[in-house]
Protein backbone atom coordinates (compact mmCIF):
# COMPACT_ATOMS: atom_id res chain seq x y z
CA UNK A 1 0.00 0.00 0.00
CA UNK A 2 2.75 2.38 1.04
CA UNK A 3 3.07 5.06 -2.36
CA UNK A 4 6.40 6.35 -1.08
CA UNK A 5 10.20 4.75 -1.22
CA UNK A 6 13.07 6.02 1.11
CA UNK A 7 16.38 4.94 1.96
CA UNK A 8 16.01 2.63 5.34
CA UNK A 9 19.21 4.64 7.06
CA UNK A 10 20.92 8.23 6.57
CA UNK A 11 23.76 9.58 8.69
CA UNK A 12 24.42 13.24 9.54
CA UNK A 13 26.74 14.84 11.49
CA UNK A 14 25.53 17.21 14.34
CA UNK A 15 25.44 21.23 12.75
CA UNK A 16 25.36 20.11 9.16
CA UNK A 17 22.32 19.94 7.09
CA UNK A 18 20.14 16.55 6.82
CA UNK A 19 18.86 15.85 3.19
CA UNK A 20 15.78 13.62 3.28
CA UNK A 21 15.25 11.99 0.00
CA UNK A 22 11.12 10.62 -0.88
CA UNK A 23 10.30 8.80 -4.47
CA UNK A 24 6.59 9.40 -4.48
CA UNK A 25 6.33 8.32 -8.39
CA UNK A 26 2.91 7.18 -8.87
CA UNK A 27 1.64 10.70 -7.01
CA UNK A 28 -1.49 12.00 -8.40
CA UNK A 29 -2.11 15.27 -8.86
CA UNK A 30 -4.11 16.46 -6.15
CA UNK A 31 -2.27 14.33 -3.61
CA UNK A 32 -0.38 15.99 -1.00
CA UNK A 33 3.00 14.53 0.59
CA UNK A 34 3.48 14.80 4.17
CA UNK A 35 6.76 14.28 6.41
CA UNK A 36 6.09 13.03 10.11
CA UNK A 37 9.11 11.96 12.37
CA UNK A 38 8.81 9.36 15.20
CA UNK A 39 11.23 9.18 17.98
CA UNK A 40 11.66 6.32 19.79
CA UNK A 41 9.03 5.48 22.08
CA UNK A 42 6.78 8.23 20.66
CA UNK A 43 4.19 8.69 18.62
CA UNK A 44 4.86 9.78 15.26
CA UNK A 45 5.04 13.88 14.99
CA UNK A 46 3.68 16.29 12.19
CA UNK A 47 7.21 18.35 10.71
CA UNK A 48 5.27 19.42 7.38
CA UNK A 49 3.43 18.89 4.25
CA UNK A 50 3.32 20.58 0.55
CA UNK A 51 1.37 19.88 -2.47
CA UNK A 52 3.59 21.17 -4.88
CA UNK A 53 5.42 24.29 -4.22
CA UNK A 54 8.27 24.14 -1.74
CA UNK A 55 7.76 24.86 1.91
CA UNK A 56 9.46 26.17 4.87
CA UNK A 57 8.41 26.34 8.65
CA UNK A 58 10.54 26.25 11.56
CA UNK A 59 10.92 23.02 11.82
CA UNK A 60 11.71 22.08 8.35
CA UNK A 61 12.02 23.16 4.55
CA UNK A 62 10.03 20.52 1.99
CA UNK A 63 11.59 20.42 -1.66
CA UNK A 64 8.94 19.15 -4.00
CA UNK A 65 10.62 18.13 -7.77
CA UNK A 66 8.56 20.18 -10.68
CA UNK A 67 7.21 16.31 -11.71
CA UNK A 68 6.09 16.13 -8.19
CA UNK A 69 7.38 12.16 -8.26
CA UNK A 70 9.81 13.03 -5.51
CA UNK A 71 10.82 15.47 -2.84
CA UNK A 72 13.41 16.32 -0.38
CA UNK A 73 12.84 17.60 3.26
CA UNK A 74 16.01 19.53 4.62
CA UNK A 75 16.55 20.10 8.11
CA UNK A 76 19.00 22.89 8.16
CA UNK A 77 20.97 22.29 11.25
CA UNK A 78 20.37 18.97 12.67
CA UNK A 79 20.82 18.29 16.40
CA UNK A 80 20.94 15.06 18.30
CA UNK A 81 17.81 15.63 19.39
CA UNK A 82 16.43 14.88 15.53
CA UNK A 83 17.72 11.08 15.60
CA UNK A 84 14.45 9.75 14.81
CA UNK A 85 13.03 7.47 11.73
CA UNK A 86 11.43 9.94 9.28
CA UNK A 87 8.07 9.31 7.03
CA UNK A 88 7.17 10.22 4.01
CA UNK A 89 3.57 9.93 3.34
CA UNK A 90 1.08 10.10 0.72
CA UNK A 91 -2.55 11.72 1.77
CA UNK A 92 -4.84 9.91 -0.76
CA UNK A 93 -7.89 12.38 -1.24
CA UNK A 94 -9.95 9.15 -2.79
CA UNK A 95 -9.45 7.02 -0.37
CA UNK A 96 -11.01 8.54 2.57
CA UNK A 97 -7.64 11.28 3.01
CA UNK A 98 -6.16 8.08 4.12
CA UNK A 99 -1.90 8.26 5.15
CA UNK A 100 0.12 5.57 3.47
CA UNK A 101 3.31 5.18 5.41
CA UNK A 102 6.30 3.51 4.27
CA UNK A 103 9.10 1.92 6.38
CA UNK A 104 10.78 5.13 7.10
CA UNK A 105 14.54 6.31 7.01
CA UNK A 106 16.37 6.36 10.18
CA UNK A 107 18.27 9.06 10.99
CA UNK A 108 21.00 9.09 12.85
CA UNK A 109 22.69 12.31 14.11
CA UNK A 110 26.21 11.98 14.86
CA UNK A 111 28.05 14.21 17.37
CA UNK B 1 -3.45 22.28 24.52
CA UNK B 2 -3.69 18.88 25.99
CA UNK B 3 -2.53 16.37 23.01
CA UNK B 4 -3.91 12.61 22.08
CA UNK B 5 -3.70 10.35 25.24
CA UNK B 6 -3.72 6.61 25.43
CA UNK B 7 -4.15 3.99 27.87
CA UNK B 8 -2.39 1.70 29.48
CA UNK B 9 0.48 2.66 27.77
CA UNK B 10 1.75 -1.34 28.11
CA UNK B 11 0.57 -4.59 28.26
CA UNK B 12 1.15 -8.18 28.47
CA UNK B 13 -0.78 -11.03 27.81
CA UNK B 14 -1.30 -14.39 26.32
CA UNK B 15 -2.46 -15.78 23.37
CA UNK B 16 -6.60 -15.86 23.03
CA UNK B 17 -6.85 -13.38 25.96
CA UNK B 18 -8.71 -9.89 25.20
CA UNK B 19 -7.44 -6.91 25.68
CA UNK B 20 -8.73 -3.31 25.51
CA UNK B 21 -7.64 0.20 24.59
CA UNK B 22 -9.00 3.94 25.60
CA UNK B 23 -7.99 6.45 23.43
CA UNK B 24 -9.37 10.62 24.14
CA UNK B 25 -8.03 12.27 21.28
CA UNK B 26 -7.63 16.36 21.19
CA UNK B 27 -11.17 18.31 21.97
CA UNK B 28 -13.18 19.47 19.32
CA UNK B 29 -11.35 16.77 16.91
CA UNK B 30 -13.57 15.37 14.21
CA UNK B 31 -11.66 12.82 12.94
CA UNK B 32 -10.07 9.81 15.02
CA UNK B 33 -7.82 6.73 13.95
CA UNK B 34 -6.15 3.66 15.39
CA UNK B 35 -3.30 2.71 13.34
CA UNK B 36 -1.30 -1.15 14.54
CA UNK B 37 2.59 -0.68 13.92
CA UNK B 38 4.64 -3.98 14.20
CA UNK B 39 8.23 -3.05 14.94
CA UNK B 40 10.59 -1.97 12.27
CA UNK B 41 7.36 -0.87 10.17
CA UNK B 42 5.33 2.70 9.25
CA UNK B 43 1.67 2.50 11.39
CA UNK B 44 -0.54 0.57 9.64
CA UNK B 45 -4.01 2.76 9.41
CA UNK B 46 -6.82 -0.06 11.37
CA UNK B 47 -9.78 2.35 11.66
CA UNK B 48 -10.65 5.76 10.90
CA UNK B 49 -13.69 7.55 11.93
CA UNK B 50 -15.32 10.73 11.30
CA UNK B 51 -17.41 12.00 14.79
CA UNK B 52 -19.07 8.46 15.95
CA UNK B 53 -19.33 6.90 12.53
CA UNK B 54 -16.70 4.84 10.62
CA UNK B 55 -15.50 5.95 7.64
CA UNK B 56 -13.14 3.56 6.48
CA UNK B 57 -12.07 0.12 8.61
CA UNK B 58 -10.94 -2.25 5.76
CA UNK B 59 -7.28 -3.06 7.25
CA UNK B 60 -9.46 -3.75 10.39
CA UNK B 61 -9.43 -8.00 11.05
CA UNK B 62 -12.91 -8.28 11.98
CA UNK B 63 -13.02 -11.29 13.37
CA UNK B 64 -10.96 -10.47 16.18
CA UNK B 65 -10.65 -6.51 15.98
CA UNK B 66 -13.38 -4.03 17.44
CA UNK B 67 -13.76 -0.47 17.75
CA UNK B 68 -15.99 2.18 18.95
CA UNK B 69 -16.09 5.34 19.33
CA UNK B 70 -19.07 6.73 21.83
CA UNK B 71 -20.67 10.16 21.42
CA UNK B 72 -17.90 11.19 18.48
CA UNK B 73 -15.36 11.67 21.52
CA UNK B 74 -13.48 9.04 23.02
CA UNK B 75 -12.34 5.17 21.38
CA UNK B 76 -11.92 1.72 22.34
CA UNK B 77 -10.21 -0.60 20.35
CA UNK B 78 -10.60 -4.32 21.54
CA UNK B 79 -8.74 -7.25 20.51
CA UNK B 80 -10.53 -10.62 21.17
CA UNK B 81 -9.17 -13.51 20.81
CA UNK B 82 -5.36 -12.11 20.73
CA UNK B 83 -2.72 -13.92 18.43
CA UNK B 84 1.01 -13.47 18.90
CA UNK B 85 1.08 -11.71 15.42
CA UNK B 86 -1.05 -8.79 17.41
CA UNK B 87 2.31 -7.83 19.41
CA UNK B 88 2.56 -4.55 18.28
CA UNK B 89 2.02 -0.67 19.45
CA UNK B 90 -1.39 0.11 18.97
CA UNK B 91 -0.80 4.44 18.11
CA UNK B 92 -4.29 6.36 18.29
CA UNK B 93 -4.62 9.64 16.42
CA UNK B 94 -6.83 12.70 15.99
CA UNK B 95 -7.37 15.36 13.45
CA UNK B 96 -9.77 18.81 13.17
CA UNK B 97 -11.75 17.03 10.28
CA UNK B 98 -13.02 20.27 9.64
CA UNK B 99 -11.91 24.21 8.14
CA UNK B 100 -8.91 25.58 8.53
CA UNK B 101 -5.24 24.08 6.66
CA UNK B 102 -4.84 21.58 9.39
CA UNK B 103 -8.53 19.91 8.21
CA UNK B 104 -6.48 16.44 7.62
CA UNK B 105 -3.16 17.04 10.39
CA UNK B 106 -3.12 13.77 12.30
CA UNK B 107 -1.68 13.96 16.18
CA UNK B 108 -0.50 11.11 17.46
CA UNK B 109 -0.85 9.90 21.35
CA UNK B 110 2.41 7.93 22.79
CA UNK B 111 0.87 4.22 22.00
CA UNK B 112 0.30 1.11 23.62
CA UNK B 113 2.47 -1.51 23.58
CA UNK B 114 1.14 -4.75 23.54
CA UNK B 115 2.68 -8.19 23.82
CA UNK B 116 1.37 -11.34 23.64
CA UNK B 117 2.48 -14.22 24.72
Known amino acids: DAKTTQPPSMDCAEGRAANLPCNHSTISGNEYVYWYRQIHSQGPQYIIHGLKNNETNEMASLIITEDRKSSTLILPHATLRDTAVYYCIVRVAYNFNKFYFGSGTKLNVKP | ?117
Open chain 2, 1 to 117: EAGVAQSPRYKIIEKRQSVAFWCNPISGHATLYWYQQILGQGPKLLIQFQNNGVVDDSQLPKDRFSAERLKGVDSTLKIQPAKLEDSAVYLCASSPGRGGVKFYEQYFGPGTRLTVT
